[in-house]
């Protein structure tokens, strides 16, 4: 013990001299480099997450040499932390460190990146605090520690930084400001060293593919996980579901998979993983009830385990010093841990069928979770053990369908960075429509997905508004396990809501392609406006915008400022969702002809418009050129190799070309090239008319497509490419969808 | 850096494996004990305090053996972190933890210290977080650290503990909680060690009394730091200042002190600590001047340093590395940049009579305070300046009223442990009334005074009421800095507000003894009801209240609850201020007799009372034998050697004994022994009349009383110890004060 001391002592001493030290960079994939400050620790996101490049994507980009900007960055190690310093220009804008909900624009804020719910304030506490973030210049920053970090993301100002303000006088100079210029993000990473990792543009969108592709690309859900889902009550029994699933088909409302809550479970808070023998007496018969008719089941849980479990002996020495509702915490960094949390999953849920999770409380928070001075027998500190949780619980279920090869789509509460791959939708308790998506704006920046869920509402105005913004989302969801409501309850907009699903489901060649483009090459299927190129993002700092006049020029104007209520959905949809009580709003719509969804009507470029759409519709623009695949309306998900009949949207006056994905929507076979891609291309032809073509599936690729029409909504007359008209005056103006 | 790095390698695998050994607690004065773990940091909040104890004043504190909590405090390094775990009993209730504004109630709470502006929530950060406790069980509790401390004060539970509580199932069990009990206050240090003091009871005020006395005893104001004053706008010249001086006075409105806001200096923010040519051509006859028309000047300031400010120069090497508002930040670990800063404010202002300071900005907030990772010449990590910057404040500059011998009295917004003896009082910009008087209350627990200042009113109903708390307060204070109210700015209450000015000054002699029992005692002037030793603390969590049913018994279902909107003040008045817009509230009085302050009329014992007392007055009782010492109304405080006519109230039937302080209210002379304790004895005399007996001052000791008028309140009759009859029936219904 004494020596012990006595080395510490010799050390900390050594310690206090900072280490400073030119930072050498790896490349790691092409436009990806890794630099390295003092002595990063093992134990990182990246580990956690297991992350596998997804190589074969990166062939796609532009090729580029390591920024410039890789020099200027300053790492330094004393105090036992470790300090980064990563220059910012005066007219760059910064978006990212994870799912913030309130703002877009990170500049100036301070953050302590800590997995938690969301208490309302964007502060760093959030479900997925992401240590990544993106500038308007075009690069990408990933501290890659599972560390509580504190960004200043442009606040601070050095006293010898070569761009230092002037000091001014508060009492006289009206141009005094609080928040003088800071030159740079100021990362503190309480380590005694950390990687960086640095992704190359030459766009924002750039940076984010390469993000995504490093973690091994987007998530490519199964096609069911992009119908419709309903969570039930949580003491329902196997009759109530079923009889639930039995009223959705007779309404005729789709659904694809279904969610039960902790009631399956024998016990809860903490939980047994096992059935309960009363509510559900037979698992193995019921779940293949259900999928016969079409829907899948998706269990709660969270990992807190019951005394009453059968795991629990075995598991708990392998768990963490504190409980949580009085469950033991495995510890998911020890392998033999994860080995008895995954047996018991496999064996209990996904070897009878269950289709995936609804993991809960990995996120926070701190009242119940366990203490940072828990510790957990891997040793790894229960401040990484926090914000990895997530991670883990992603990575392992994930791996448990990829040994079945089913695909799964669930949901969870907590998540980092790495997590891109992982088939996961994060939630919460937090219910505003309006930040709800600004997540969804945020989700794009940071590799995860989340859903603006429907949960409850006190009006039908609010229940439709918010139904229509979750059908323009990754998992559109009603929430329903402490209300019970139904996507009918509100009758005097049951038939919008209605509509609105089946769109959902209409669209599902369109979502199911943006998803695999999220694999494949990176591109969020959601995410903000600001990343479209029409959307000049130089401009996007307040201070630059030359001419600030909102009369003069409302374009310039709106795009200095945050935009935080509008995404995009796909390659081609912008969304503008309407929230109750709003009878019309503002749009900016990036540079470039937008075109009505609906209508297929020219309504402006690059400028800020004002919609009044009524209650039936959320507003949603299309791009010139753009070309929407959509099928018939189904209630369930196409089943592997079912054929169906194509509906090609063509918008705007531009030619345009789309490459349609298909795969057999359920496996992973995927992985090993079983996939499509078949080239739609709109063309004048030799009239002057728009034309549409499809190519072929290549031989041996799945071929999915049935019959294929032609709808263009804008342009009065087009032909498919079996000469056939494909649209009339009247098909344009289609109401509904 | 390669062997460097090699001794780290080793140091680290090392550290892995935690330390935790038996921790050897050391006597340091009665009652107070230090305990080491790990290898604590030189740098810490007491050293930089600079804590003297006051060892006299635990002469009057029982004898205490070594609780024997301090065998079952846990202490352990790991992670290079300290994590400390004290035990707690069920039915303990811990206090403290800090300068909170909206709970007193500790238990169940996570915390990270932090000192910062007030964000509105409890959650740590806050201007004087002191990471300090005291239980209802009778002992208190500091970690001497200048980290940021997470604490978590009965939150989490530790699966291999004594009490473990049981698992519930949440689906069915409706005694499911999502807080099981947890036996221990767990806390995170983030240095390899630390030093924890333990202070005895045997009740929680005696802890706090040690703690105070450990501290150097609580600070003693000047006698004008007690009486009235007003903060003028910002840019006022010193021809506005006198103006108002000489208003108040021919108003009759009492004033002692009044402060210059920024524009008192050539450069304000950052600041020159130069006077202002043009605002204040003369400074010298102007601070002279206003002395003899009986007010002092206090000073507005913060600590950055101006380019333009003459030492500005000498300052840079020894500033930090990062600047707030464009100006240096003097590295006040270092003893040059104390000496620097000290030196200009002796020459500047001390030397020419400036009677003191209201320090700003040494509290935060992030934005522009400097970052986590700036870096200071001194070596100290920027967390440790953050938390002790207030520290530093506080002690240079009362050092620099002790050279010259002259009291101070003023105001800061950062402070930490170690602070009991500095003559400040914290103030802040968050406004609500009631938070306010839940900051009083708390004060008390953390060796710190706090001022509930008026500032601003949208009515006069709610500037009478919070003028009505703020003269129950350490400091009478209106902060007019920005909007230039006036007290008798709301006509309709402008007479009460003057009567309550007026109480303030009568009641000096009263509010100077009991500070002076704050200094020689330890005793806080301002505390909460939880500390009288009628008001059962061991009952005051809730679980443990017998019956908790309102009706049956209103007494134990209130004290069982948070009580945050009453609080003593000195020895014998229980203050419980209206808010705007209550026409009645409720208040608690502990066990005993109590009586109205006004009236001396008979209010209750040990019970929940309402009270509906209209605008004239805040509610105030008095304690059965109190013994009220008030002086004739003065518009300024008695100056050194002034004598005044003094009226003391006797309240009750209960016989009484105070005794009254008395130096030359300016200097430390009576650091020297130069003051007087006189014994006031209300007896029933052999009639079974009440009789008041006051001694004489020892000979060579202060005495500045002429006469001495008895009055009291409740007792039909009484007489003093001349003969005198001191009161009649209309007498004890005077109205006002």
């Not at 930072?23 to 400050?37: L, T």
């Not at 980009?61 to 470790?82: C, F, R, S, W, Y």
């Not at 543009?201 to 490093?214: K, S, V």
Request: net charge neutral; hydrophobic share 35%.
């Amino acid at each position: 013990m004494n020596t012990k001391r006595i080395l510490l002592g010799i050390v900390v001493c050594l310690l206090l001299f900072p280490i400073r030290a030119q930072i050498v960079w790896q490349q790691m994939e092409p436009g990806v480099w890794k630099g390295v400050i003092g002595m990063p620790e093992d134990y990182s996101l990246l580990t956690v997450a297991g992350v596998l490049p997804l190589k074969e994507g990166f062939t796609r980009l532009p090729e580029v040499h390591l920024p410039e900007l890789a020099n200027e960055i300053v790492g330094t190690v004393q105090d036992g932390k470790t300090y980064l310093q990563i220059p910012l220009e005066k007219e760059e804008q910064i978006f990212g460190f994870g799912l913030n909900f309130q703002t877009v624009h990170q500049r100036g804020k301070i953050l302590n990146l800590h997995v938690d719910h969301y208490g309302g304030k964007d502060n760093g506490r959030t479900h997925a605090p992401v240590p990544f973030y993106v500038s308007s210049l075009g690069y990408g920053i990933l501290v890659n520690s599972a560390r509580y970090l504190t960004v200043y993301a442009g606040s601070g100002v050095r006293k010898d930084s070569p761009n230092v303000p002037i000091a001014r006088d508060r009492n006289t100079d009206k141009d005094w400001t609080s928040a003088p210029y800071s030159d740079a993000v100021s990362i503190l990473v309480p380590a005694r060293g950390v990687e960086i990792f640095l992704f190359a543009g030459p766009t924002p969108m750039d940076a984010i593919r390469r993000y995504n592709l490093y973690c091994g690309g987007g998530a490519l859900p199964p096609r069911w996980g992009l119908g419709f889902t309903q969570r039930t009550q949580k003491l329902y029994t196997a009759d109530d579901v079923e009889r639930e699933i039995d009223e959705f088909e007779r309404r005729g409302f789709p659904l694809d998979f279904i969610g039960l809550e902790p009631g399956w479970q024998s016990k809860a808070y903490p939980c047994t993983l096992e059935w309960d023998k009363k509510r559900f007496p037979n698992p193995v018969d019921f779940i293949k009830k259900m999928e016969k008719k079409g829907v899948r089941i998706n269990l709660w849980t969270n990992p807190y385990l019951s005394p009453e479990s059968d795991i629990y002996k075995r598991m708990y020495p392998v768990s963490g010093s504190h409980t949580v509702w009085c469950g033991i915490v495995p510890d998911m960094a020890d392998s033999l841990a994860r080995q008895l949390w995954m047996d018991k999953l496999e064996k209990e849920h996904v070897c009878i069928g269950v289709s995936g999770y609804k993991i809960d409380e990995v996120d926070g928070y701190d009242r119940y979770l366990w203490p940072d001075v828990a510790t957990f027998p891997s040793g790894i500190p229960a401040e990484q053990m926090r914000q990895t949780y997530g991670l883990w619980m992603q990575r392992t279920t994930s791996k448990l369908y990829e040994k079945y090869n089913q695909r799964t789509f669930g949901l969870v509460r907590g998540s980092n960075a790495g997590a891109s791959s992982f088939p996961y939708v994060i939630y919460n308790d937090y219910y505003s429509h309006q930040d709800f998506i600004t997540a969804l704006v945020n989700s794009g920046f940071c590799g995860v997905l989340w859903t603006p869920e429907v949960r409850s509402s006190k009006t039908g105005e609010e229940w439709l508004r918010r139904f229509q913004s979750v059908v323009f989302s990754p998992m559109a969801m009603i929430n329903a396990w402490s209300n019970g409501t139904k996507p009918w309850s509100f009758p005097e907009v049951a038939e919008q809501v209605k509509e609105y699903a089946i769109l959902r489901m209409r669209m599902m060649p369109y979502w199911y392609t943006e998803f695999a483009r999220y694999h494949f090459d990176g591109i969020p299927p959601f995410r903000a406006v600001n990343l479209e190129s029409g959307f000049n993002p130089k401009q996007s700092v307040r201070m630059e915008v030359e001419n600030d006049n909102l009369d003069d020029n409302p374009y310039m104007e709106a795009i200095s400022k945050e935009i935080k209520d509008q995404y995009m959905a796909g390659e081609y949809l912008l969304v503008a969702p309407m929230f109750t009580g709003q009878k019309e709003r503002y749009v900016v719509l990036p540079k470039g002809n937008w075109y009505d969804f609906y209508t297929g009507e020219y309504v402006g470029n690059g400028e800020r418009i004002t919609v009044s759409p009524g209650l039936d519709h959320i507003p949603v623009f299309v791009k010139d050129g753009a070309i929407i695949p959509m099928m018939e309306p189904m209630l369930h998900a196409p089943k592997a190799g079912q054929k169906i009949n194509l509906e090609i949207r063509h918008y705007g006056k531009a030619e345009g070309r789309y490459f349609l994905y298909d795969d057999d929507g359920e496996t992973f076979d995927y992985k090993k090239g079983i996939f499509s891609w078949r080239e739609i291309n709109v063309i004048y032809d030799e009239k002057d008319r728009l034309k549409g073509i499809i190519s072929k599936a290549e031989k041996g690729k799945p071929d999915n497509i049935a019959k294929v029409t032609w709808k263009f909504m804008t342009a009065k007359y087009g032909i498919s490419d079996d000469g056939r008209s494909g649209s009339s005056e009247n098909d344009n103006r289609c109401s509904g969808y």
